[in-house]
């Protein structure tokens, strides 16, 4: 793991910080689902669930970054990181439940459009806006430096609450000046969608680690060339990377040396290591020179059912 990685994994400061976003989400979060309830707005109540959901995903990614500090093990030998994916998970399909019961919901409201009190929709939709750019600007220097899956989702969680309270603002302004009740499931639906786009992003980004996929911005075409423009590397096969968590990457191959360089495998390696940190980010590599070509079918060269 490079040093940088393991600093924003056990950094007590980003998960302080997560703690004391999720604490202040939490506050508002109870006061629009009291004022959605007395104003009879199901785009508050969505607007509340939108913030439910991002005091969910503040308080995964504490626990998920808490718990992968924990050390490795005979059993955990990459440790406990893969805990962060798995909270990812489970907070994506949580926003897709809660998108999908607001949807229904918008759609029965539609048909037969509510009253709704718009004045209380307008204040406590500005408090719910007042405090996600509070808790934005509080993440930021953390959201800024990790790759951590989480923390990003987290961090984006926010922004799309965010886009979702200036709308609800929006919206009590339109109802308090029109009469238009409608426009209340309207905005619920959006921000339905804006909770599904985002459950897709990050069980996608989520899932495609699971499956051990290249991690995104790495091209093994780009690895693979970087890595036989070295002097002593004839060609490069069998070559994998893959995501042990979202901002620790592992990769393994096979090194094929030019003869007059198989007894400088140690220099060789260390030029091999120092290429894939500093260019892809890379800190857990393991090689298999050779020093000759694998022969076709060779079942040391090729992963076979």
Known sequence: MDKDSKNTMDSPAIRNHLKVAAWLTFFVLCIEVVGGILANS????????????????LTLSWFALKIACLPTNEEKTYGYHRIEILAAIINGLVLALIACGIFYEAIQRYQNPPTVNSGM??????????TNLIVIYYLKDSFRHTHDLNLRGAFFHILGDTIASV????????IWLTGWFV?????????????????????????????EGVPKGVSIAEVKRELTALPAIRD???????????????????????????SQFESVLKDIKELLKSRFNITHSTIQFETRPCEKNDTLCDIRH
């Open 42 to 57: 199901l785009a508050l109540l969505s607007d509340a669930a939108h913030m439910f959901t991002d005091v969910f995903s």
């Open 121 to 130: 929709v307008i204040i406590v939709a500005a408090l719910g806006l007042t």
């Open 167 to 174: 709308g609800v603002l929006i919206g009590g302004g339109i």
């Open 183 to 211: 426009v209340d499931p309207l905005l619920a639906a959006g921000i339905a969608l804006l909770l599904l786009w985002g459950a897709w992003n990050i069980l996608a980004d989520a899932l495609h680690i699971l499956l």
């Open 236 to 262: 490069i096969h069998e070559l994998h990377i893959w995501s042990i968590c979202s901002n620790i990457y592992a990769l393994s191959t096979h090194a094929l040396l030019h003869d007059n360089k198989a």
